[in-house]
């Protein structure tokens, strides 16, 4: 349940669940995103990501 609520709270987890799969279909192995192949993506939507901390009930405080 904490996991399905955290894809909830946090859009970019979905996003980059969706582009790991993206490279997994492309056929971009471990060695081809360790060399740097579309990191900048994945790099850019953890601007997108609560911090580690935040829950639920501290992002309604806001």
Do not use: K, N
């Not at 192949?37 to 901390?53: D, N």
């Amino acid at each position: 349940m904490d996991a399905t609520m955290g894809l909830l709270w946090d859009p970019a987890r979905r996003a980059l669940a969706r582009w790991g799969g993206g490279l997994v279909d492309l056929g971009i192995t471990e060695e081809g995103v360790a060399e740097g192949y579309g990191m900048s993506y994945a790099r850019a939507l953890v601007e997108f990501a609560p911090p580690p901390h935040q829950t639920r009930e501290s992002s309604s405080d806001r």
